[in-house]
């Protein structure tokens, strides 16, 4: 414990550091890069002709979840983020630890999803088959890159996420009006005769994924200290970052299945964008879209990166975790950043997408059923949240996580054991380490001390 507190006050935390744009553009540049790139043939799988639907599902199930978030933003805006939600909720114990490693390996499994996706777009430049450790090595090339330009600062990181979600979202926006325009505005192949048809358990289980696409809201609560104006700005960050891409998302969708059918989009699950621009747009739009591709992903993996390794670091300041520096120099941000990229590494070489997103789906809505509920008992006064909106929340998670989960169980037991385990790991090695240091008068769960919210005022006089 002597070498972590020699480091204790090194996060270095910058207030002011990242404008409303900036942390809008990290937003989207999370959601956008994993979302409707990785995920849009997983879910037409599940979901069938109605797939594009499942994305707007999913939006409606994540507002009354942002609203939660939003309400906790403004009355604590940190760069804990999550873990500070969870310890305000629950006090500094096992619960807050265990939910908030949940949230971050479910970022971290979102950057290994990002890396694997642009490998895998990558390859769809070149005309061979998509070796598995081809697809690998690049994805493990992005997680460098995005290393290096993370440990280069804030301002740099928000200047780059900034020009990327413009041409990201902007390109994106081109692919799917213009794809719309070219098929006609027609869907024909929506109403097609498919083995893929759409049922009741599929269709909640592809909102399971497609909430996946949506969770990179969060990440903008862990730079919640260093937004300008963090208790207005972090608030309005998250709903306007689901703003936008609930617009590209569903333009996305229409468009793909304006040019393939469920059991193409299904067949190129893994690239399904670039697929529908074959037909579309021809060799120069397959191009256009690899390239967009490369783009978001890049964007994507930089903006999680940032804003999870700051978490973790919190999570150290808080002695939720343990930290060892390993010889290494630097802060404790510079470890963490380090850490992340290791594990999302060995991540993108081991597992491929289907499982990764099924894990972080299990991992986040475990995480944001503790949130709502830590509220619900012990906060909802404070920061003024409906009781109604907080159960909804919640019983929308546990309907999608059952229905989802249900369904791996028929299909991929793998998923599931993987999922036990990784939740077992977590629970367990919090216990014994948290018995391992001394308690705080801050211990305990739900206590008047540990939710004692710090008034607006206070923090601006």
Not at 146 to 158: E, K, P, Q, T
Not at 161 to 176: C, E, N, P, W
Request: glycine share 8%.
């Amino acid at each position: 414990m002597d070498e972590h507190a020699s480091h204790e006050r090194s996060t270095d935390y910058k207030a002011g550091s990242l404008s409303l744009v900036g942390a809008v553009s990290m937003g989207t540049g999370v959601m956008i890069g994993a979302g409707i790139l990785a995920l849009t043939g997983q879910i037409a799988e599940l979901a069938g002709p109605l797939f594009p639907l499942a994305f707007l599902a999913a939006a409606v199930v994540t507002a009354f979840s942002a609203y939660t978030y939003v309400k906790l933003s403004n009355a604590y805006p940190s760069a804990g983020g999550i873990a500070m939600f969870l310890q305000k909720a629950y006090g500094r114990g096992v619960m807050t630890a265990a939910g908030a490693l949940l949230m971050y390996f479910s970022m971290v499994i979102n950057q290994s999803l990002v890396a694997k996706t642009f490998g895998t777009y990558t390859m769809q430049l070149f005309d061979t088959a998509s070796a598995g450790w081809i697809v690998s090595a690049l994805g493990v090339g992005l997680l460098v890159f995005a290393f290096l330009l993370n440990i280069s600062g804030n301002r740099a990181i928000g200047l780059f996420s900034l020009v990327m979600a413009f041409l990201k979202i902007g390109g994106i926006l081109l692919f799917a009006v213009g794809g719309l325009w070219i098929a006609g505005f027609s869907f024909d192949n929506l109403s097609a005769e498919s083995r893929y048809d759409t049922t009741l358990s599929g269709f909640i289980a592809a909102m399971a994924l497609a909430i996946l696409a949506f969770k990179g809201f969060t990440t903008i609560t862990n730079s919640g200290s260093e937004i300008v104006d963090p208790h207005r700005n972090v608030g309005r960050a998250i709903i306007l970052s689901i703003a936008i891409c609930v617009v590209v998302y569903l333009l996305v969708a229409l468009a793909v299945s304006a040019s393939l059918d469920i059991g193409q989009i299904v067949a190129a699950k893994d690239y399904a964008l670039a697929e529908a621009a074959r037909p579309l747009l021809g060799a120069y739009g397959l191009w256009f879209t690899v390239i967009l591709a490369i783009v978001a992903t890049t964007s994507g993996v930089i903006a999680s990166i940032f804003a999870v390794s700051r978490m973790l670091a919190m999570l150290t300041d808080m002695k939720l975790v343990p930290h060892r520096h390993f010889g290494m120099p630097g802060t404790i941000q510079k470890h963490t950043l380090v850490y992340t990229v290791v594990a999302a590494i060995f991540l993108t070489i081991f597992f491929d997408l289907g499982r990764i997103a099924s894990l972080g789906a299990i991992f986040y809505l475990l995480m944001d059923i503790a949130i709502h509920w830590g509220v619900l008992r012990h906060l909802r006064r404070q920061i003024e949240a409906h009781a109604a909106i907080l159960v909804s929340a919640i019983v929308f998670d546990i309907v999608i996580l059952a229905t989802f989960l249900a369904m791996k169980a028929a299909s991929d037991m793998t998923v599931i054991y993987a999922a036990a385990a990784g939740v077992a790991l977590v629970v367990i090695g919090e216990r014994l380490f948290l018995r391992s240091i001394p308690k705080t008068p801050e211990d305990g769960s739900g206590t008047k001390k540990a939710v004692e919210p710090t008034p607006p005022s206070a923090s601006a006089r």
